[in-house]
């Protein structure tokens, strides 16, 4: 029914791209946005980056199994801060994977210039227990070549 | 183990009162408290206030049932604006009791001064499929005094 | 340098759309969106609107008048939730306009189906003494059509 | 007027530690506390570690040099989940002293089981213009002994 298309991300040269405009919302009396919502911003960007690999995580939450990835290590670096209306762009590329497990590699830009970097550990588990599982063939068959 | 007590809510006069300290993470650009997260400030003292009368929310997520509040419909006036570092107190009162439904009128305080008052219309509901369900008597009860 | 583009609203028979995707940041425990987060919607949705309409609010905030809308009022009616990965409709109309202020109403929808409506009230005012102006002749104009 | 406390932190065996409840607005879909709103716990943590120590972050924004901690890296690890209505303790120990930084070794624990464990690397700056400034002597000698 709706003709609306909501945002999605796009690959340059083999990389995927998710913009992110800042809003009121993610910015704090510093005059900057918080320090917390980068992670935010990456989660929504790294959602976005499987979906476009062919999966959705709801399927996850639905289905008997409830797979999904969760973040077990990360570490951000702050460069330099975004503000109020900045349109910013945020990365995804994987930089190591195992069985279970990817570790991502994310950069925040505003017009070229790097803001903030994160590297985000995920592993796949059933939502259920937590518990590890291995990551389909066919998702990381996909994920290999980003 | 642990000797530290968290954060409860108080009874003055026969009303509850929950205190809240603002934090970076509450303000925005504007230099004040976002808009939406003096409704965390409710939520965060009704649920204390439903704890001080014998309630326990997760009891409601683990049991089969699955009973709790969610909110149908809620009145914002803002009237002034919550700084970084502010002492809040939010109240609690039961303006109206159905029953499946409650009104809780709130009001946020700084020094005396009234910031933001709320008036919260919530639904006791089975919280798997949002039916609305009885509230229990003894909790009714217990409300209907405050 | 980007040739991304980031996430607009558009315009359906005279009315203003904005498209939000439900990321895991926005729900909660109880499987739906927090309550307070669709205020966060409904403000990115008037943000992009005041942005169509030509008018920047960092803008606002870089001038030595800082000039810029804040929430005196708003009336929330929670029909119905979203839910993980939902794609949502946000709108926007003027349903009042006075001489520094307006009443906006807002309708946040999923394929059809109303789940939330908010009806909210903004002054436009000094961000520095929060102190009511009249809005400009030129944005009151447009927004009048809406 | 208000004889109301709001949360402080304390200290036992040189160690600083703030008490954290768990509300919904911290969880997600998932069922626990959404990965970002840990780095909420710890700030709110390293924030009432710096109170008790003698320095107020407001009367850093309100003066005209404007001096105030900004996090310029973090390191989390995500060992288990808190959920509903937990209550957690974040600690604050300075692992490292410069003249104008700092690394805060922090961890959130759940009756005595380490959850979240995080190193948060802070630098003392002008707010305005982001430059690090020498953290004041009566400051840094007080964080010494923690």
Known sequence: MTELAVQEGTW???KFYFPVRVYYEDTDAGGIVYYANYL???ERARTEFVRMLGVNQRNGL???EQLGFV???CEIDYKSSA???DVLEVSCAIKQLGGASAV?????VRNGQLLVSLEVKVVYVSLKNKRPV???AELAKKMQGC
Chains 1, 2, 3, 4 share one sequence.
């Open 40 to 42: 935010k911003f990456a």
């Open 104 to 108: 991502v590699s994310q950069e925040i």
């Open 134 to 136: 291995r990551i389909p």
């Open 12 to 14: 340059k040269n083999g």
């Open 62 to 64: 639905e289905t008997d």
């Open 83 to 85: 503000v109020l209306d």
């Open 71 to 73: 973040v077990r290590h």
